[in-house]
T-cell receptor
């Protein structure tokens, strides 16, 4: 059974700092990995999707990397802003015929002024 | 920009009552998912539809939960009777098809059972 772990559970950084969020998964036979953002009481917004054949994916100040063999992904946020404050979740799809996502418990990020 | 729609956004009910949630996926998306998210945890899949057929409902508590997608478009998730432990965020997501990439999520329905 796939298990996804995210470290740290919570993180507080001053504005402008670069930061890295970590995600690890136990079954490396994945199709892709997706990073989401969730604001309090809201739904999930997809940030980046990395296909299993890719090593990196970038969108603006966000860069996600994937190392399938070690079962790890990182989300790098450059020049953090208060508006980046949210919970960040990573998820991987089931490798069977269905495609349900298995999520980590998230990293709660607070960017302070 | 196309979005997944859900209603209601908030629902307060008493235990033993029936509740229903509605989801309208992005037009053309054949695969629809219902997830439950307990506060402080990641979402967990309840049921997955491919068109009007259930693909995976292994985590759906079938004694009290039911889900349907009669015409392969919008979907309804029902709980009867609701229990205190059902208090959570219920999220709907859709994709063009299984394993075809990004899952797009709706805003969710927050359920509180008293």
């Amino acid at each position: 059974k796939q298990e996804v772990t995210q470290i740290p559970a919570a993180l507080s950084v001053p504005e402008g700092e670069n930061l890295v969020l970590n995600c690890s998964f136990t079954d490396s036979a994945i199709y892709n990995l997706q990073w989401f953002r969730q604001d309090p009481g809201k739904g999930l917004t997809s940030l980046l999707l990395i296909q299993s054949s890719q090593r990196e994916q970038t969108s603006g100040r966000l860069n996600a990397s994937l190392d399938k063999s070690s079962g790890r992904s990182t989300l790098y946020i450059a020049a953090s802003q208060p508006g980046d404050s949210a919970t960040y979740l990573c998820a991987v799809p089931n490798t069977g015929t269905a495609s349900k996502l298995t999520f980590g418990t998230g990293t709660r990020l607070q960017v302070t002024l | 920009e196309a979005e997944v729609a859900q209603s209601p956004r908030y629902k307060i009910t008493e235990k033993s009552q029936a509740v229903a949630f509605w989801c309208d996926p992005i037009s053309g998306h054949a695969t629809l998912y219902w997830y439950r998210q307990i506060l402080g945890q990641g979402p967990e899949l309840l049921v997955q539809f491919q068109d009007e057929s259930v693909v995976d409902d292994s985590q759906l508590p079938k004694d009290r939960f039911s889900a349907e997608r009669l015409k392969g478009v919008d979907s309804t998730l029902k709980i009867q009777p609701a229990e205190l432990g059902d208090s959570a965020m219920y999220l709907c997501a859709s994709t063009l098809g299984p394993r075809t990439g990004i899952q797009y999520f709706g805003p969710g329905t927050r359920l509180l059972v008293l």
